[in-house]
């Protein structure tokens, strides 16, 4: 008999013991569903099922985490490699595999926005159509028709289909279907391009991996085998071709279990579709259905108020929410005369929670329609010494780090750049009054001179300090590329000495910034052949045509502060208290905009139903947002916006009101500000909370922890920026080149040297090394290493390849991977793990942590038994065999129980030593930096 947690519902119950055949489970918010999910894993798992066949789905990144994270704590049982992904993460892995049956490259990589802007507007250019390219605004509609590529590739429309149709309906002399011809011939060639630069987009991952699994049905039946239970969450964000991905995963067995509800539809803008629940039913006729209606999140009112607000919706599935938390204090509709006194009220309701102990400040979120709206909210909360962070906002090129950070590359580029030359004066390691800054570019101009010279004949310390810097900048940007110039321009103005920002918070959501920017110049290289920084500012000028502005770094959960956020942010989370603002026709519900061009109804796989209309997703949204609150809820309204006119209260209100609401005004609120309105210029200090559990840590982290806390600090606490090097980068190559080549050793395919060689030239193809310099004689080197290895025949195929681990320590999780796993014909096993450096005796690696996580994670989750454990040393081909008794194994594990209890009491010191501080790569911020 399973064992069943005594706390589930009849419901919860019927769901988690349904493990044979389709499963719908109709999961109303706030009813437990993820719970559902771990138990139903935790279930199968203890019925034999595999972790590696039990393949679970959601949406996002950190869905997946939590998912995994919960299923780690509930699951006890030994595993290898969990698959509990992402859609696209699944897709990208099974292309990565399979991919080069339909033409794709293994060594794709998913293509950037900006990169796709810049393909459509070169196909434009090229192509020039007459309906969809004007000369004087040549890329109005780059936007449009980065959108129907979109939808054409989640609704499988391949560019065959779409000019097909385009031939067809050639007589046809309308303009809309004009430019529908002319799209289909802009698809086309925008795919070609793409595919020619081994780029994906992520729908496109979806697509190929549908098209491959249809045109290749040996590979779908090996997929669906491999797989004995999908599970899904959030299965009513589908688009049709995730729905289809799902149908040919789910094989003959057809163990597919979805979890979705209609009421939290509400994402139509990237193809999702509330049919999608419809057509599961119709594709899988025997389906049983569960419905989940006990609701363990909201308190009665707050249940009751959405609960009228969506039943205007004629077309739902039918569910009826209970609240199991029982009543708490009534809806709070609260109404101002400005968007400045509503938000201002808002800030002041907030404030009172606080400091009345209602609710912590990262237990309120306040919720928006839309992005723009956040910012009179933000500075609002500025104005009342709220603590606040803002999840997912744009413009992450508007911040003030950001704009310095690009001053510096402009400026070295064109040093004619007043503004960027006034904005980097104005710095503190230059100082220059601004006054007198003013004045020197008022000479300038009056004089008819760049501005730069009038600074570097200037009497100032600062202003010559910054000539010097940027012709040192400009110098190095002669040899360098852009992303090894970021770096520099970072190390040596000490731009993130972190003592000058004021507080924790600001250091951190600085140097998050930054490392984004570092990243985002990374991943520009990776893209571009053109590295210099005349290139990456071209590129930086599409990006700002492309209107491709990135979100705001996010800071880690421990951040005390009040959440600003859109409800699209906010699905999936909870709060004690949520306000949502803005409830007037126009803003929520948002007005209804033109679709621009749209796909020729003949291409669409299925009639969406009538249900899919404007005003039932915003009211889907209303309720999402609702649904957030566990313990109160305020709706705020103003009656002035932007204009004139006097903006009518939301139909919403109405159900939302009920007869039970509590009416506010906001002038019981506000509190007339001394000596007037004061604007606050910087984000108050946002206070830390106590130090949070640490779910995970890789061994890299602990290792950097025991060589310097310091430095763990800087790297994964505040992410600063790390530079490559050209010793990890030759490292990784040639691991790359050894998994390509073992990986490719069939039973009657054995290794040749020209599997060897060709793996090891594609590994360099795919990587941009640091420095061009040395990569002529490393590439020799490493050649040499592999084929020495080859013809020692120390490369045979082995029992497992590049292996992920996840190892429990004392309630941590220490995630790895190991090189390569051998089983001997005496039926023992022996962990390899390769290295690039010079031989250690095996007496000098008993202390070796590395080779003990691998000995406990062998032992303790793959049942490895006996074992040994060995360095394979390239350079010399050279075998080292390491025995690790159990007293040391528990020496080891006692050291990463210590490197957690430091990260967690957030004890950082600095371990100085002159050989490690001269490679380091923040040794110029450190203070204790021993070089």
Known sequence: ???????????????????????????????????VLVERYRRLRQEGVPAERILLLTFTEKAAREVLDRVEQEDYLPAGERFVLTYHAFAQRFLQEDGWLCGIPRAFRIVSEVRKWELMRDVLLAQRPAHLFHAQRPFERIGELLKLVERAKQELITPAEFRAWAEASAGVDDPVVGAQREAAAVYAEYQERMLAEDRLDFDDTIYFSVHLLVAQPSVAIRQSQRFAHVMVDEFQDTNFAQSRLLELLAGADRNLCVVGDDDQSIYKFRGASVANLARFRAVFPQVQVVRLEENYRSRGPILRAAARLIAEDPDRLEKRLTATRGEGTPVNVLTAASVTDEADAVAAFVKRAIEEGRHRANAIAVLLRANAHLHNFARALQRSGVAYQVSGGRGFYQQPEIKDCLAFLRATDSPDDTVCLMRLLSLPRYAVDAVQAGRWARRARDDGRRFFDILQEAEDDGARRLCDDLQRFAAQALRLGVDDLFYEVMEHTRYLDLERFQGPIERLQVSANVQKLAELVAAYCDEHQDHHLSAYLKHLDATEAAQADEEIAPLDETVNAVHLMTVHQAKGLEFGLVIVPHLVEGRFPASRRGEGLTLPDELLKEELPAAELHLAEERRLAYVAITRAREELVCTLAGRYEGVKDWRPSRFLT????????????????VPPAGGLVEVARQVELPLNDAPPIAALSYTQVDTYLRCPQMYQYRFVFRLPTRPKPQMQFGRILHEALKDALGS???????????VDSAYVAAWARERFCAPEQAPSLQDLGRTYLRRAFDAGDLSKPLLLEQPFSLRVDGLRLTGRMDRVDRHPDGSYEVIDYKTGSAKRAADLQRDLQLGVYALAAREVFRFDPLSLSYYYLETSERVTVAKPKERLEDDRQTIVKVAEGIRAELFPARPDRMKCSGCDFRLLCPSAAV
Do not use: C, F, N, Y
């Not at 069943?4 to 569903?33: F, W």
């Not at 159900?655 to 506000?670: F, K």
């Not at 050793?745 to 599997?755: F, H, S």
């Open 655 to 670: 159900p939302i009101r009920g007869a039970e609401a509590r009416e506010l005004a906001a002038v019981s609120l506000l």
């Open 745 to 755: 050793i069939e039973r009657d395919k054995p290794l040749t040297w020209a599997m």
């Open 1 to 35: 008999m399973i064992a069943t947690r005594a706390a589930l519902t009849d419901s919860q119950r019927a769901a988690v013991e349904h493990t044979k055949g389709p499963l719908l489970i109709v999961a109303g918010a706030g009813t437990g569903k993820t719970r």
